[in-house]
């Protein structure tokens, strides 16, 4: 008998309409220039056809992970990408109908699991000036709840906890017996981590991604931490050869030579400081103190700017509906300097 899942039937999804070819893409959050040339073509010389051609081998790469972590192979999972590994946590740690409690707006794909597998997502809004009082989301912690999921710094509106308040967090947590999921794909554009929580306490978990600093989106390749049983539950859910020789390879690289990632860090640093020091100077009010994007409230219609920017531009943006004192405003991924220079000239012509 035919069958199909009416979960994934009525579940909503946007799949990505754009095509990048002639494009400056500043709206999926990438670094828009990349590694180096010189760095892709030393690491491509290691690459034989044994290499393409075998299975990938995940034991050496994760050891050079929790080498550069200051962990061990236990406390780590290897994924496709973050979001896998959120997935997955979401299926081993929450049941059906099960609370999953999580501030919003976020990273979507929380709310998107949460309704593939019937769990019920509640949300903890942000204040109206676009902050999030710690107090609005440990009310939410109750008895019931399965997971906590927030992120640090989070996507999309860009606020950190303090140590204070995740202390709060994690003391709730421990008395509801919640499991806590702390996305850190962020990690590097704001360097504070609570990662320690994940490698010293249990049902605490820390994702993280190569995906954004480290310049590896087209790779796939994420980690999950936590304590060793909890890690062992998300790799019971991975399917055989989860991640690719190819990500690993070039994730090794990059954190076994400092200078490689210092230059990412650099270089993402100069571009966001001209474009925090340009909108200032005119007159434009914008938000995201951490991560590599930034809310942008314009002079005029943000949707209309997205439009002209990508006809007249071929600069591709997101608009954003609702967002606080904003309102409807410009969501861009930061980058380094020159492309954050292509992009002011172009807001400035167009928006006025």
């Known amino acids: 008998m035919y069958y199909l899942n009416k979960r994934i039937e009525n579940l909503e999804r946007i799949f990505d309409q754009n095509e990048r070819k002639d494009y400056l893409r500043l709206d999926l959050n990438e670094n828009p220039g990349g590694l180096p040339q010189e760095f892709i073509d030393e690491v491509l010389k290691d690459v034989t056809p044994?290499?393409?051609?075998?299975?990938?081998?995940?034991?050496?790469?994760?050891?050079?992970?929790?080498?550069?972590?200051?962990?061990?192979?236990?406390?780590?999972?290897?994924?496709?990408?973050?979001?896998?590994?959120?997935?997955?946590?979401?299926?081993a740690?929450?049941?059906?109908?099960?609370?999953?409690?999580?501030?919003?707006?976020s990273y979507f794909m929380f709310q998107v699991y949460s309704e593939m597998y019937g769990r019920n997502f509640v949300k903890v809004p942000y204040n109206e000036d676009l902050t999030m009082d710690v107090n609005n989301i440990i009310r939410e912690m109750t008895d019931d709840t399965q997971l906590l999921i927030l992120l640090n710094p989070n996507n999309p509106m860009g606020n950190v906890y303090t140590d204070e308040e995740f202390e709060?967090?994690?003391?709730?947590?421990?008395?509801?017996q919640i499991t806590v999921l702390v996305d850190e794909a962020y990690h590097?554009?704001?360097p504070k981590t609570f990662i320690?929580?994940?490698?010293?306490?249990?049902?605490?978990?820390?994702?993280?991604?190569?995906?954004k600093l480290f310049s590896m989106a087209g790779c796939?390749?994420?980690?999950v931490a936590g304590w060793p049983e909890g890690v062992k539950m998300v790799q019971k859910l991975c399917t055989p050869h989860n991640t690719n020789a190819f990500a690993m390879k070039f994730a090794e690289e990059i954190i076994t030579h400092p200078n490689i990632l210092q230059s990412l860090i650099d270089n993402f640093n100069e571009g966001r400081k001209y474009l925090i020091e340009t909108l200032d100077a005119?007159?434009?009010?914008?938000?995201?103190?951490?991560?590599?994007?930034?809310?942008?409230?314009?002079?005029?219609?943000?949707?209309?700017?997205?439009?002209?920017?990508?006809?007249?531009?071929?600069?591709l943006i997101k608009s954003y509906p609702n967002v606080g004192e904003f309102g409807t405003c410009l969501r861009v991924s930061i980058g380094e300097?020159?492309?954050?220079?292509?992009?002011?000239?172009?807001?400035?012509?167009?928006?006025?």
Do not use: W
């Open 93 to 105: 740690f929450t049941s059906e109908n099960g609370r999953i409690v999580g501030v919003v707006p």
């Open 188 to 190: 590097y554009f704001y």
């Open 196 to 211: 320690k929580y994940a490698l010293n306490d249990e049902h605490v978990f820390v994702t993280r991604t190569f995906s």
């Open 50 to 91: 044994q290499f393409v051609a075998q299975y990938p081998e995940t034991l050496h790469f994760t050891e050079v992970l929790a080498n550069f972590l200051g962990t061990d192979i236990g406390h780590l999972c290897l994924v496709n990408g973050s979001a896998e590994g959120i997935r997955y946590i979401i299926q």
């Open 220 to 223: 796939r390749l994420g980690y």
């Open 337 to 352: 300097k020159k492309y954050m220079e292509q992009f002011c000239q172009a807001l400035f012509e167009l928006d006025k």
């Open 282 to 315: 005119n007159g434009y009010q914008h938000k995201g103190e951490a991560g590599n994007f930034i809310f942008i409230k314009v002079k005029t219609d943000a949707p209309t700017i997205v439009a002209r920017m990508k006809e007249e531009k071929k600069i």
């Open 168 to 176: 709060l967090i994690i003391q709730r947590a421990k008395e509801k």
